[in-house]
Every structure is written in C-alpha cells, then in structure tokens.
C-alpha cells in the first residue's frame, strides 16, 4: 500500500487564504457560484455544477472581465460537461 507524504501548502496558497474574503455561495440556472476577493486587486469565482460536479475556478483583476465570465458560465446548461 502507498503511504501519502504530507506537503507543505505553498506559499502563494497561504498568502491567498490569508488575504482571502468570501462570500456565500449562490446558485443561478444550476451553477452553484462562489466569490472570493483576495489581496484586494483579485477576484476568484468558483463555479460548479449542482448536476454533474463539474467545477471550474478563474481569476480576475477586471471586474467586468469577471461578470463577462458569470454571465456566459450561466447561460451554459448545467446538465451538460463544458470545455472552457
């Protein structure tokens, strides 16, 4: 049996948690969606399926390159797998 190494979280990871503020998620036509805002100038969405699971994160400076983002994700049906 293989034994799992414990790593140590890098460090642009924990200056992200450490600088990271989120907000509850919301659901919109079947996309579960995440907000996060971290070192001020960065927006991370997280979005994922409530019907197939399948997630997709991105980072943005833009606010409007953001909600461009949200808008095209939940206009795409959530049943359905998506290449990004």
Do not use: C
Request: glycine share 2%; aromatic share 16%.
């Amino acid at each position: 049996m293989k034994r799992l190494i414990a790593h140590r979280p890098s460090k642009k990871f924990m200056e992200t948690a450490y600088t990271a503020q989120s907000w509850a998620p919301t659901e919109r036509n079947g996309w579960i969606i995440k907000f996060s805002i971290y070192n001020d100038d960065y927006i991370m969405l997280v979005f994922t399926s409530r019907y197939t699971g399948q997630t997709v994160i991105r980072e943005f400076v833009s606010e409007n390159d953001a909600v461009d983002f949200i808008n095209l994700v939940i206009e795409l049906d959530a049943v359905d797998y998506h290449e990004f």
